[in-house]
């Protein structure tokens, strides 16, 4: 009776180790995949360009639950803060790279703003 419930002990932990090391494995870090990505930083330097993204900012709105999104496009500045910035013609997330669990939604207004800047030519 003893030898089973030592076998039963030695499985359940080989089963509990086997699953730590496997989540360990498939776990990244959201900040590591932003390291390694190529982004484009936007230069903000005229005075309707800083009010564009900290106007999309300002406005954005919260969103709820886990982030897991793909590699930022862009990242940008606004006054002591730096943002990581996905945008595509029918909506923008930002992200402060201090708070990498949190994300923000762009308002239509604001998207189409940015969409317009990272576009012009």
Not at 72 to 94: A, H, M, R
């Amino acid at each position: 009776m003893k030898k089973v419930l030592i076998l039963f002990i030695i499985i359940g932990l080989l089963l509990v180790g086997c699953s730590q090391k496997e989540l360990l494995e498939t776990s990244v870090p959201v900040a590591k995949s932003h390291s390694e990505t190529k982004m484009e930083h936007l230069d903000l330097k005229e005075t309707n360009e800083i009010a564009i993204f900290s106007t999309a900012v300002s406005d954005s709105t919260k969103e709820p639950g886990i982030v897991n999104l793909a590699n930022p496009q862009y990242t940008f500045s606004s006054g002591e803060e730096s943002y990581l910035l996905w945008i595509s013609e029918d909506n923008g997330t930002v992200m402060n790279t201090k708070d990498t669990h949190t994300i923000y939604s762009l308002s239509t207004s604001s998207t189409k703003e940015v969409n317009e800047f990272v576009n012009k030519d």
